[in-house]
């Protein structure tokens, strides 16, 4: 059974950064689509980025294009999402999904 992993979470000044993990238990970067999710508290799960498998070609939300940056390592099975000048809407869990699997998420909290 795959299972997805997310680390680096954590308490962040507004205008910091924060590198995300997403590690997965078995060899599937590099044939997947792996996407990066977010959950406000009182909101929708939604879509912040995701990588293509071979061609590593990547999508953006339209609110943290250019300042996040989702990229992956398929020798060690992870994929990371880098986030820059990260904003107090930033809050929330962050969710890595590949083929329907979801990790159990890792806090990010942007203080103001």
């Known amino acids: 059974q795959l299972a997805l992993v997310e680390s680096g979470g954590g308490l962040v000044q507004s205008g910091g950064s924060l590198n995300l993990s997403c590690l997965a238990s078995g060899e599937i970067y590099n044939s997947y689509v792996v996407s990066w999710y977010r959950q406000a508290p009182g909101k929708e799960r939604e879509l912040v980025a995701k990588i293509e498998s071979f061609e590593d070609t990547a999508n953006y939300a339209d609110s943290v294009k250019d300042r996040f940056t989702i990229s992956r390592d398929n020798a060690r099975n992870t994929v990371y999402l880098y986030m820059n000048s990260l904003k107090p809407e930033d809050t929330a869990v962050y969710y890595c999904?590949?083929?329907?699997?979801w990790g159990q998420g890792t806090q990010v909290t942007v203080s103001s």
């Open positions: 999904s590949v083929a329907g699997i």
